[in-house]
């Protein structure tokens, strides 16, 4: 099963997609609210992510994508 995610890109919006990443916990995925607390980043890509990270240029689109890129188990090929 592959599995894919809307991800935060350069734009600063959740209208990227990627493969989810197998190291998402607070120790390799952190972000650091307002309120200085620790939590896992869901959206955000580190050196730890897989490739390849699309730029769809829409929340809405990058969205459809992920859940269609997951549906057909799309996966990357080595």
Request: hydrophobic share 40%.
């Amino acid at each position: 099963m592959s599995a894919w995610r809307v991800i935060l890109t350069d734009s600063e919006d959740l209208t990227g997609v990627a493969p989810v990443c197998p190291q998402t916990t607070m120790k390799h995925h952190v972000r650091i609210d307002s309120d200085l607390v620790p939590s896992v980043d869901e959206y955000g890509v580190y050196d730890c992510c897989p490739q390849p990270h699309i730029e769809c240029w829409g929340t809405v689109v990058a969205q459809a994508m992920a859940a269609q890129l997951t549906a057909t188990d799309a996966e990357l090929c080595p």
